[in-house]
């Protein structure tokens, strides 16, 4: 986990003093952090696969949030389905495309 802490201090007319001001950023520093939150981020690629009707439950079975998720879904003469995967499961998830002959590009 990477963090970064910066306080800026406006001079306001009462000198701190060099221990005084060391104590102030410290403790703003911590109050920052404590009152912040820790998200899970990902790193995805975007798949773009065009699938006929009767392999529309295939596509649908691929979904497995959060690794990959249905991001776009269009129905027209071709059906045009886009997800993102993540990064770690992105070979698996091409190779499983080509298992199931459906047919990708990586966007």
Avoid: C
Wanted: hydrophobic share 45%; proline share 2%; no cysteine.
């Amino acid at each position: 986990m990477d963090a970064a802490v910066i306080v800026v201090r406006w001079y306001g007319g009462v000198k701190l003093g060099t221990g005084g001001l060391s104590r102030a950023y410290r403790e703003t520093a911590a109050e920052a952090l404590r009152a912040g939150s820790i998200d899970d981020r990902y790193v995805y690629q975007r798949f773009r696969i065009t699938v006929p009707f009767d392999q529309l439950g295939v596509v649908y079975r691929l979904i497995d949030a959060p690794h990959i998720v249905l991001a776009e879904e269009h129905f027209g003469e071709t059906n045009e389905f886009v997800f993102d995967v993540r990064l770690s499961r992105a070979e698996e998830f091409a190779k499983t495309l080509i298992e199931k002959r459906i047919e990708s590009s990586s966007a």
